[in-house]
């Protein structure tokens, strides 16, 4: 288990928790994230950061931002070394991690996988959209859909994470406010989202280029997206019918952030949109509602686990549009991965995160 | 009158008719586009370019793309050297045209004014919008829309002709086939657009700063677009009730190029959306059905006079998504004004402007 | 052989030379802008356009922004094809071109070769610097390296042409006026250059992804580029002594571009450099030395086929400093081939080369 | 002077000293940055944020990066609330601080400039670089030019230091190494230097728009940089003879970050390169020599305080190329700033400059 010692904060003592952290697969762009967080976390201890494909090379060879923050080498993914570690990351390809959790938990190893393989809750949906088939359905039920705004509680007390999708966090908590309140319309939400290109991660395909995708913009994946079922589980849980979603996915011009803009009908033009927001996102420290009239802007949570939103009915007609950022890479991956690492190892929920972006 | 001499084309002979052309206001981002165009127009010559603040300066010292192609000066704007061509150009600010424009009419001199003075019928809603009185409302009933695959035939006998808004173009382009063809509920329309940050045009501004809108992406204007009463206005015309529409603009971190996202909800799902499109522009030379399962980029109609389309129906529900790319520049503002004065002048209506997108 | 036929052009009446064109190898970014110049040259015909991959598909689905402008499909490389082509450029990775030239050049047909393989006279240079035995050294004598500036009659006369890598262009055509007027010490000359993307090419690679060149920037190929030895071939031509140059290649985080700044000690620091310069290319269509105090932009010759210089002579010491900027793809590879295509059929030079960048 | 408190760092007790700071100007990029840092420093306390145009306004409506991190609203200058801090921080344009700093420094305030007016020593040269008279000169004796890794003693005792220029910062770092060691002549040194647009500031100019800046590659104050007499004054202080520096800056179409390509012939070309500059840095905490053969990305050390080097002898000839990376908004100026303000108060000299560059 993590080591535990007492240190003095001011007045008040806590126990600082070491914990032991490995990471699979850390080359792609949600490692090299999850590794600027935790080398800065103070009461994380990275012990073993895996690659196949690297392994022997030193991570700062590969990602000179870390020099002088991290001093490990990749190695081969590899039970044993993982199993001494408190909790592992997976920032894998989905198909990966649901080959190795079972091992880990009984291991008694916690697991936060960034990949999509423990999202979606029936296991057909799931092999539908990715194609696969499910190598642990059994684990299914046990895991946490980690959407720490949502779900703070289940996460305290999980072995097992799911850490949601870029685009379902932004989306969710952007609808669910509307949703819960029962204030609009749940046949026809439309959620038009633009990613950054990290979002499709570090591979090399033509696609991703920066002369193919620079200097452009378009829609993608027009045919049916596979965070559209993982989004759609998560706003059926609190709607009263099921949701009728228009999910598109657009690319964007520049490295991180999600922006979505989401448009449902009132069925209700009476309530005060600006306080429904605000109320329910009052005491969450890494959502944030701008004041009425603002347009929240991806380079403003950029690097940092902030989501901003801000709500408006334009022209007072029955449209309510929500827009949320967020950086597709930190609240949509890595810093909601240590901010889930955070309450289950019952550290202060904030702890390592506390990054303002840079602006500009 | 504009001159006439005749050439041989192969076998046909045809009057080339060498239109005498004049630009108010050239040294903004559509001024400098007219320029690109007009300066390897075969049937057309620059004889004025003017600018208060630039008077006496080379066009090329202050736009050197244009070395070895323009060799004018701006001159200040005066009605004795405008009044000499057979075509007006405004690629002023808002407000401007509309001084102007009766006395070179008066004067046998043809308009096309790239701004939005002459774009709305209403002048109280134009003056709602734009916030200024106009200066000559006895004008707005002559004035042609410049929307050429919609009015062609008006544009051809046209003194004024009222270039399109940038968005306008894109989404009227993209929603009518749908509106005439009575197949979608006009009630609940949403065009979710996004531009390059050259719509914001050449001006001195900290909000289009490269620092500011770089490597981000945001929603503005989020109280209310300008363009939204050209586009509604546009759209009921050929709707059997008003359009409900909810028009959002988002900036690109990026040059040129307008993506519209379209949504609306199916009253007939049994109509054939490809089809239809395909058949709404079969005969037009700068309008582009793509095949079905494509999505159009902004980067394959940059530089050029073409808007491409596509349509879906995600999942297969009762939502129709309609794309439609443009360069704002060009098709959304100078290109399509050449276009309108092709027609304005009976030359053939692609003329000068058989330019294709450089890709990358 | 190329068809003939007449056309009047007003008063003058010339022959119209119909050049059957085939490309080989035209899925990358040199041949893309290889058909997007002569889709629209009024006297060449696109035949064949060969890609091994890409067999079978429309030109158009790869690349859209030729829908409407290029009918073809691609189709797998064959002499059968080939041989019936004028000319075939070859826009391949090096090491092709040199497998086929000598069999087109049998039957007759003209070669432009994009590649580096018949850049370098001295076999053993190429082998060394290119890693590769040459499959046809017999052919270097014969091949005319195709800088149009300097090699203007042989071009004319030439069975196959050398086309100039990118780098190579700008810098020679910097650095040539000072060392033909040998007012530089060629001793110690620097070119340090700066060049877009799209100069690493269309292909699937980690390191040209958006998200590693984009917001950063660097210098590469530290060890030695394989222009070195094709400009160091070049200026060697014209110096008295063979010159010492530091050619350091830089990556900038835009698509299309070279910016080389020129650094020499003056050996006479009486010459008038503005002068000099501009009597060099006085009458060049495409070189255009820009007036005393401004420094050329990459965006001013984006898309075209002109290379714009500037030269000055920091607080008045005993260091000159050229600068040259030329768009990469175009006078730095496809438009200096279609240049190269002109001299060598004997049609005007800017035949189909008449493009203004498009600014901004 | 600044409150003194003690806590426990595990085993070790250090005073921990609250230094009550305030920022003149800070609605710039270097103001935004300095305000990132400190809003998280472990021991400053933001007490005044000044801005004469945006007084009343919060901190966080202009920057919403700063939400939840900064609660001040900006205020108009006055000495009554700046002379109540331990130390003030000049973002203004050069020609402001020298105005107040006299003041400052007399009510017992340490002051750190920003600005350029305290840079030169020389007050004539900084006359004529700057086309001011100097409010202050006698002051600039006093003034300790804040480039930590050469004057860390002297900033320690300092009452007023000037931080260095951004392309300052990087240049000499990158070729101090080789004057001391006396490795090269120091007669024709060449600094072809590029910069990300954030250098030219935060300000309403046509220049610095983003239309007119991406997608394009130039080099800029081609007739003189006023970097250059700063650098050369830093240069002459540890080369035998007065540097002969040919300083060229280019606009890179990014936001942040510096590289510098560095340019000198050896003098001795025995001496081991990669050893001098490893031992030249090998104890500075934010100065890094990357392992032979590698070349630094600005991106490595985007938003943290890093310069990373690297040196090399193209085809071991008699040149020496240096390279220098750093954020030309941290290392070249609010976190040299942070950094000086450490020393300046005996803090460990890293305090809240721990910062990871996200990557990508």
Chains 1, 2, 3, 4 share one sequence.
Not at 262 to 279: C, G, H, I, N, P
Request: proline share 6%.
């Amino acid at each position: 288990m993590a080591g535990v010692f007492f240190c003095s904060d001011g007045l008040k003592r806590r126990a600082v928790i070491v914990i032991k952290v490995g990471i699979v697969g850390a080359t792609g762009y949600t490692g090299v994230e999850l590794l600027r967080f935790l080398a800065l976390h103070p009461e994380a201890e990275l012990r073993v950061v895996t690659s196949r494909a690297d392994a022997g090379t030193p991570v700062s060879a590969l990602f000179p931002n870390l020099r002088k923050y991290v001093d490990l080498a990749f190695s081969a993914p590899s039970m044993d070394s993982l199993s001494a570690c408190d909790v592992v990351f997976f920032a894998t390809p989905n198909g990966t991690a649901m080959t190795m959790t079972g091992e880990l938990l009984k291991a008694g190893v916690k697991v936060i996988d960034l990949s999509a393989d423990f999202r979606i809750k029936d296991v057909k949906v799931w092999e539908h959209w990715y194609r696969m088939t499910h190598a642990c359905p059994e684990l299914l039920d046990e895991a946490v859909y980690g959407l720490c705004e949502i779900n703070r509680a289940a996460i305290t007390k999980a072995r097992l994470v799911a850490n949601p999708g870029c685009y379902p966090t932004a989306v969710q908590l952007g609808f669910l406010p509307l949703l819960r309140a029962g204030v609009i319309d749940p046949g026809s939400l439309i959620a038009d989202c633009k990613s950054g290109v990290s979002g499709a991660g570090r591979k090399a395909e033509l696609g991703i280029l920066h002369c193919e995708v620079s200097e452009s913009f378009k829609a993608y994946a027009i045919g049916g997206h596979r965070h559209l079922p993982e989004i759609k589980q998560g706003l059926d849980l609190v709607s009263k019918t099921p949701v009728g979603l228009t999910f598109m996915p657009h690319l964007v011009p520049m490295i991180r952030g999600i922006q979505a803009s989401l448009y449902a009908r009132l069925s209700d033009t009476r309530v005060d949109l600006q306080q429904l927001f605000e109320d329910s996102y009052r005491h969450e420290p890494f959502v944030d509602v701008l004041p009425a009239g603002q347009s929240p802007e991806t380079r403003s949570v950029r690097g940092s686990n902030h989501c901003q939103l801000a709500v408006c009915r334009p022209q007072g007609g029955d449209t309510v549009v929500v827009f949320a950022v967020e950086d597709n890479l930190v609240k949509g991956a890595a810093g909601q991965a240590v901010q889930n690492m955070n309450l289950m190892f019952g550290v202060p929920e904030t702890t390592g995160l506390d990054v303002v972006a840079a602006l500009p």
